[in-house]
């Protein structure tokens, strides 16, 4: 069993910047897939960004270029660092993990969630 627990969530107009943190209860680095999605009011949850045990990285279309998926193995921390934020990216944001060994943007693959942290971002 892992334990998932975001912060780094909060309000930030419109171009501004925001680094999630999501701090797991046993170490995942070597095995594991660790992911971020979000899910707006009324919307679906989406992938947001993968990276795998190897660290190979995937992201939504909608992310590239602007947010950016870390880990540090060592703290078993993983991140996400969104710049230039736009009103489109409010959301509550969830980091997840499994044990497969390919990267993966499907929540459906995940059985291990946090509980979210809300990221805001006004126009």
């Known amino acids: 069993q892992v334990r998932l627990v975001e912060s780094g969530g909060g309000s930030v107009q419109a171009g501004g910047s925001l680094r999630l943190s999501c701090a797991a209860s046993?170490?995942?680095?070597?095995?594991?897939?660790l992911g971020w999605f979000r899910q707006a009011p009324g919307k679906e949850r989406e992938g947001v960004a993968a990276?795998?045990?190897?660290?190979?990285?995937s992201y939504a279309d909608s992310v590239k270029g602007r947010f950016t998926i870390s880990k540090d193995n060592a703290k078993n921390t993983l991140y996400l660092q969104m710049n230039s934020l736009k009103p489109e990216d409010t959301a509550m944001y969830y980091c997840?993990?499994?044990?497969?060994?390919?990267?993966?943007?499907?929540?459906?693959?995940?059985?291990?969630w946090g509980q979210g942290t809300q990221v805001t971002v006004s126009s």
């Open positions: 990276v795998d045990s190897d660290g190979s990285t």
């Open positions: 997840a993990a499994d044990p497969f060994s390919w990267v993966a943007l499907n929540p459906n693959d995940y059985n291990y």
């Open positions: 046993a170490y995942t680095g070597a095995t594991y897939c």
